[in-house]
């Protein structure tokens, strides 16, 4: 099946700074979605980006589908952002299961 | 517009044990999923209703699992009967379906079951 692989693992910053996230996926997709999973464990989506750039407020994201990338910016973190950021990617296929695969999550501490 | 809910939040049940998840997708979601994830796992897919019918359960572990979506709207996840290994996070998606599967799944609040 398709291996989806994000990058840092985990992620320290001081509060106002800038960051990127990456998101690696080995085949390609018909749906690729950000999430944030807040302290409380629940899934926030951020981006539905199968391709292309989407921006809302202080965070972006870009898919490159050819080059099987995506990256999430955060700009001026604020601790309120803190918490496992997940990539998750359906892919391509025509059995009509849209089964999202997930990848480990990048775990993000913003500290004052 | 309410989001997918999930009840109970919280169960702890003992090994053995019969637990039942539910799900309540978006209003006028065709498609809903249950996911979980276990302790130091990524979340795993298990399985994917299209209104009242099954359409991909290839993610289901084994036959002590059981979901249902009667009349295509509420979902129930039925674990009988529990085994350790069961416990962690199980979350509910929907999605709007409009026959492409070029759309957004919106995640539940999740259901954390531990089975002692």
């Known amino acids: 099946g398709i291996q989806v692989e994000q990058s840092p693992p985990d992620l320290i910053l001081q509060e106002g700074a800038n960051s990127t996230l990456r998101c690696n996926f080995s085949?390609?997709?018909?749906?690729l979605q950000w999430f944030h999973q807040n302290p409380w464990g629940q899934l926030i989506n951020l981006f539905y980006?199968?391709?292309g750039t989407k921006q809302n407020g202080r965070l972006s994201a870009t898919t490159v589908a050819t080059e099987r990338y995506s990256l999430l910016y955060i700009s001026s973190s604020q601790t309120t952002d803190s918490g496992v950021y997940f990539c998750a990617v359906e892919p391509y296929s025509g059995a009509g299961s849209y089964q999202l695969t997930f990848g480990k999550g990048t775990k993000l501490s913003v500290i004052p | 517009e309410a989001g997918v809910t999930q009840f109970p939040s919280h169960s702890v049940i003992e090994k053995g044990q019969t637990v039942t998840l539910r799900c309540d997708p978006i209003?006028?979601?065709?498609?809903l999923y249950w996911y979980r994830r276990v302790m130091g796992k990524e979340i795993k897919f298990l399985l994917h209703f299209v209104k009242e019918s099954k359409q991909d359960e290839s993610g289901m572990p084994n036959n002590r699992f059981l979901a249902e979506r009667t009349g295509g709207t509420y979902s129930t996840l039925k674990v009988q009967p529990a085994e350790l290994e069961d416990s962690g996070v199980y979350f509910c998606?929907?999605?709007?379906?409009?026959?492409?599967?070029?759309?957004?799944?919106?995640f539940g609040p999740g259901t954390r079951l531990l089975v002692l």
């Open positions: 209003s006028g979601h065709d498609n």
């Open positions: 998606a929907s999605s709007l379906g409009q026959g492409a599967s070029q759309e957004t799944q919106y």
């Open positions: 085949d390609s997709v018909n749906n």
């Open positions: 980006i199968p391709s």
